[in-house]
């Protein structure tokens, strides 16, 4: 069984910055792209960033410039730095791990919150 696990969400002021790490049970060589998702209330999830396994990345054009997404693949783990946040940014941060066999297959993690306020 896959685990994702997050952490690193939290309360911060507009301007501020933020990492999270999500943190896999297995190797993520497995997974052919990881990413991170938000969901704010009353909104459908939407891709924030994503990393492939061969490291090339792809942003949000609302996050482009302000977030940058990583990968430590002897740690397992993937983070998400998070820089002159914006209370838009407020939302549910998930992980994703995508594999690609037959079929595409997702894990997810339980999510962390990120509040972005003054």
């Known amino acids: 069984q896959v685990q994702l696990v997050e952490s690193g969400g939290g309360l911060v002021q507009p301007g501020g910055s933020l990492r999270l790490s999500c943190a896999a049970s297995?190797?993520?060589?497995?997974?052919?792209?990881m990413g991170w998702y938000r969901q704010a209330p009353g909104k459908q999830r939407e891709l924030v960033a994503s990393?492939?396994?061969?490291?090339?990345?792809n942003y949000a054009d609302s996050v482009k410039g302000r977030f940058t997404i990583s990968r430590d693949n002897a740690k397992n783990a993937v983070y998400l730095q998070m820089n002159s946040l914006k209370p838009e940014d407020t939302a549910v941060y998930y992980c994703?791990?995508?594999?690609?066999?037959?079929?595409?297959?997702?894990?997810w993690g339980q999510g962390t919150q990120v509040t972005v306020s003054s």
């Open positions: 297995t190797s993520i060589f497995s997974f052919y792209t």
């Open positions: 994703n791990g995508r594999e690609i066999r037959l079929s595409i297959v997702d894990y």
């Open positions: 990393i492939t396994s061969g490291g090339s990345t």
